[in-house]
Nanobody, 124 residues
Framework: VQLQASGGGLVQAGGSLRLSCAAS????????MGWFRQAPGKEREFVAA????????YYADSVKGRFTISRDNAKNTVYLQMNSLKPEDTAVYFC??????????????????WGQGTLVTVSS
């Protein structure tokens, strides 16, 4: 399984970005997916997760109402639409695939596969 995250970049506060995570490998569309982020000098933290068919999502309180996770199983791709970005959203964003079709939690060991990360920088 390989996960390729893209879409990061430099944006002003209040702006928007959409991250994509393309998954390759057998039956990738049958598993929950998550987004995590790691800011400089901080530990990696949970951002959002979605179950296998998009019917269930879960967000960190810090992004709720501003970020939206979605997926297109026909394209084996998961998205993270980020609106109203703040400087504190600056981080490397990682996508990950869980070992379950239904898990949408924040427990990082529950995600077996990780992408390489894409950098999001929000200027004030």
């Amino acid at each position: 399984v390989q996960l390729q995250a893209s879409g990061g970049g430099l944006v002003q506060a209040g702006g928007s970005l959409r991250l994509s995570c393309a998954a390759s490998g057998r039956m990738s569309s049958g598993y929950s997916m998550g987004w995590f982020r790691q800011a400089p000098g901080k530990e990696r933290e949970f951002v959002a997760a979605i179950n296998w068919n998009g019917g269930s999502t879960y967000y960190a309180d810090s992004v709720k109402g501003r970020f939206t996770i979605s997926r297109d199983n026909a394209k084996n791709t998961v998205y993270l639409q980020m609106n109203s970005l703040k400087p504190e959203d600056t981080a490397v964003y990682f996508c990950a695939r869980s070992g379950s079709a239904y898990y949408t939690g924040s427990d990082q060991p529950s995600y077996a596969y990780w992408g390489q990360g894409t950098l999001v920088t929000v200027s004030s």
